[in-house]
């Protein structure tokens, strides 16, 4: 699941707030800050508003990260969806997670594939998906992209009944580390 | 998951009334759908991983059903097995669920809405499969 720019940004400070937490109790126990630090500022917080309010809001910021990432971690998003087959029965969707992996399934059955990267997005009228990969030095890129999109669309359209629009193949990087295989 | 288990579907026929609770269709549709060759299992939600890790069997497990007085409608949310032609076994779950629950309760079935969430592919074989190593 993707995590979203600001949930990290939360999730950054408020394991920074626990681990500052997991250094001061230590600390505090084991007398590297002295005791009398730390009753003269429990005194303080005690007596002074400014510190008390201080306190609070900052205690009050690290429950609401806190909370918040909870619930983003709790619920779910629906993944998105492409539509099958409609009929008098009801309708038959397939995520696109689902063809995403079966994008990747063939894939990994051409050996001159390093490593892959797929997206699948949707369109009116069925998917498109975009392909970024690796592949290894004595290949040819001009075969081994035209097997990759004439392969994924008939191996996909063929499990899943789904049209394939178009599946655009980019080569981000050759190897020259040949790849490797376990065999048992 | 389902709807409420409350909740009682009730049919009213000239002796009496018929009831059914939302977990006795979601069940006969989960169990009709189960035996359709081709379909790994059900996609359920977090309350239904529970059950299960509790050791209970929970045959309503990614069935979701809406039912009226005469009518229901209902949403399966399925895992593939590799290698079935999934539009056509989804096909074949549709009618399955609908003359399971027609015939068992006398509902009029309007939709069986299925939504494929995962495929399940099988370890690859020992002989002549290889495997990426990344």
């Known amino acids: ?184 | 998951m389902t709807d409420s288990n409350e909740r009682m579907q009730t049919k009213v026929q000239k002796d009496g009334k018929i009831s059914f609770a939302d977990d006795v269709i979601a069940t006969i549709a989960g169990l009709a759908a189960s035996e359709v060759p081709g379909l790994a299992g059900m996609s359920g939600g977090i309350v239904d991983g529970i059950v299960e890790f509790l050791g209970k069997k929970n045959f309503t497990k990614g069935v979701k059903v809406e039912v009226g007085n005469e009518e229901a409608a209902i949403d399966l949310f399925v895992v593939m097995e590799y290698g079935a032609k999934i539009h056509e076994v989804c096909a074949e779950i549709q009618q399955a669920v609908k003359r399971a629950v027609e015939t068992m309760t006398g509902l009029r079935v309007m939709e069986v809405n299925v939504f494929v969430q995962g495929v399940r592919f099988e370890k690859e074989s020992k002989e002549g499969d290889a495997q990426r190593v990344r």
């Open chain 1, 1 to 184: 699941m993707k995590i979203r720019i600001t949930d990290r940004i939360l999730l950054l400070l408020f394991v920074l707030a626990a681990m500052a937490l997991a250094v001061v109790i230590p600390c505090i126990i084991f007398g590297a800050i002295p005791q009398s630090n730390f009753n003269n500022f429990m005194q303080t917080a005690y007596a002074d508003g400014w510190m008390k309010a201080l306190i609070t809001a900052i205690c009050a910021v690290v429950f609401l990260i806190g909370f918040r990432l909870l619930i983003a971690g709790l619920s779910r998003p629906r993944p998105k969806t492409a539509l099958l087959a409609s009929s008098a029965e009801g309708s038959i969707r397939i995520s696109l997670v689902v063809l995403d992996e079966l994008a990747q399934k063939f894939a990994n059955t051409i050996q001159e594939i390093k490593e892959i990267k797929t997206d699948v997005f949707l369109l009116r009228d069925g998917v498109k998906f975009r392909v970024k990969y690796t592949i290894v030095q004595e290949a040819s890129v001009p075969e081994i992209s035209t097997k990759l999109q004439t392969g994924i669309k008939q191996f996909v359209e063929m499990y899943t009944g789904i049209t394939v629009k178009s599946v655009e193949v980019m080569v981000e990087k050759t190897s020259s580390t040949p790849k490797k295989y376990i065999t048992d």
